[in-house]
């Protein structure tokens, strides 16, 4: 297992256009996070998956924002008509369920908006 | 609400020094406490955790970190710095007795290790 693996590992987009980032969790996780960082910041809670299921989404996921885990394996993140506020790391991590074990985070995809 | 401090935006450290990176946490219940390290456009990697037990908790790369209940702190520490620690570290509580363990982390220390 290779770990939690995301792409693109960098994006530069317009202002107004959609995009989409990928995570691959580990494969014996049924956990899903997304957090977002911003410079000098700590990593902001987005949304989290159960398998397929996403139970809970921040207020700070706007109507913009939609994600999916379809059949509980990869996940996306959409991001339409993108904003210079959302210029950021979008961190994506896996974990089993429970307190005991914490998170594996991939290496994050950063994108910015111009 | 959880919320986490962690003080000092930047601590500074020569190598073979003590290195203590402070961490207070504020949560209406008994929180699950983890502190993470973060390598220049990196993901965050999981130090140690305490969840119940020990208070004392030994992590990776010689890092350990104590829960004091009565003054609501999680500080980390390493005996001796090594250039290779200079990253940035996070702290971060999780809710206990909740179901969705998200994290609310801290703003993050940078440390720095000096020849």
């Known amino acids: 297992d290779t770990g939690v693996s995301q792409n693109p590992r960098h994006k530069i987009t317009k202002r107004g256009q959609n995009v989409t980032f990928r995570c691959d969790p580990i494969?014996?996780?049924?956990?899903l996070y997304w957090y977002r960082q911003t410079l000098g910041q700590g990593p902001e809670f987005l949304t989290y998956f159960q398998n397929e299921a996403q139970l809970e989404k921040s207020r700070l996921l706007s109507d913009r924002f939609s994600a999916e885990r379809p059949k509980g394996s990869f996940s996306t993140l959409e991001i339409q008509r993108t904003e210079q506020g959302d210029s950021a790391m979008y961190l994506c991590a896996s974990s089993f369920w429970g307190p005991n074990y914490g998170y594996t985070f991939g290496s994050g995809t950063r994108l910015t908006v111009v | 609400a959880q919320s986490v401090t962690q003080l000092g935006s930047h601590v500074s450290v020569s190598e073979g020094a003590l290195v203590l990176l402070r961490c207070n946490y504020s949560s209406s219940v008994p929180p699950y406490l983890f502190w993470y390290v973060q390598y220049p456009n990196q993901g965050l990697q999981l130090l140690l955790k305490?969840?119940?037990?020990?208070?004392l908790v030994k992590g990776i790369n010689g890092f350990e970190a104590e829960f004091k209940k009565s003054e609501t702190s999680f500080h980390l520490t390493k005996p001796s710095a090594h250039m290779s620690d200079a990253a940035e570290y996070f702290c971060?509580?999780?809710?206990?007795?909740?179901?969705?363990?998200?994290?609310?982390f801290g703003k993050g220390t940078l440390l720095t290790v000096n020849p």
């Open positions: 305490y969840t119940t037990g020990a208070t």
């Open positions: 494969s014996e996780h049924n956990r």
């Open positions: 971060a509580v999780s809710e206990a007795g909740g179901s969705n363990y998200k994290l609310t």
